[in-house]
């Protein structure tokens, strides 16, 4: 039987999943109605102190790893193996990006994002090697017991 924490998770891991898929299998670029504000937004924050070298391309290549960061996670949580989890991950982004390549002509398949996706993967399976790492040395410590003593 599935714990209710674990039926929540999936649930989360789903709707993530259902809402990465839309934004990378949508018929055209997902902040083309937005370009123009958040361009208005970078000049804005250029004004206000954002280093200059920051611009649209890098703001697109941090939200790619963002995005990917969560699968990273998901799938070394879901195989159990940080290394098939960044793999899996991996393979998934090099799929999206051949996929948008073949049959979506208005999207831009690009090997940065590809990059940007492992970078975010890699980082989600980091946070699962350190929480497993955390657990096993916990598990490790020595348990110490009060012994009463009669005097």
């Known amino acids: 039987m599935i714990k209710p924490h674990h039926r929540i998770a999936l649930a989360a891991a789903a709707i993530y999943l259902v809402g990465v898929a839309l934004v990378v299998f949508w018929p055209t670029p997902v902040d083309r109605p937005a370009s123009g504000e958040l361009h208005l937004v970078i000049d804005w924050m250029h004004v206000h102190g954002l280093p200059q070298f920051i611009g649209y391309n890098q703001v697109e290549f941090t939200a790619n790893i963002a995005m990917f960061l969560p699968m990273g996670l998901i799938l070394s949580i879901w ?3 940080g290394w098939v989890g960044l ?3 991996s393979l998934a982004s090099c799929f999206i990006e051949l996929s948008q390549y073949l049959f979506l002509p208005h999207r831009y398949a690009s090997g ?5 996706n492992t970078i975010g993967a890699a980082i989600g399976a980091a946070v699962y090697f350190a929480d497993r790492r955390r657990i096993r040395l916990s598990e490790s410590l020595p348990v110490f017991e ?3 003593t009669h005097g």
């Open 112 to 116: 940065l994002d590809v990059l940007a």
């Open 87 to 89: 793999v899996v991950s």
């Open 146 to 148: 009060l012994v009463e």
């Open 79 to 81: 195989f159990k193996n």
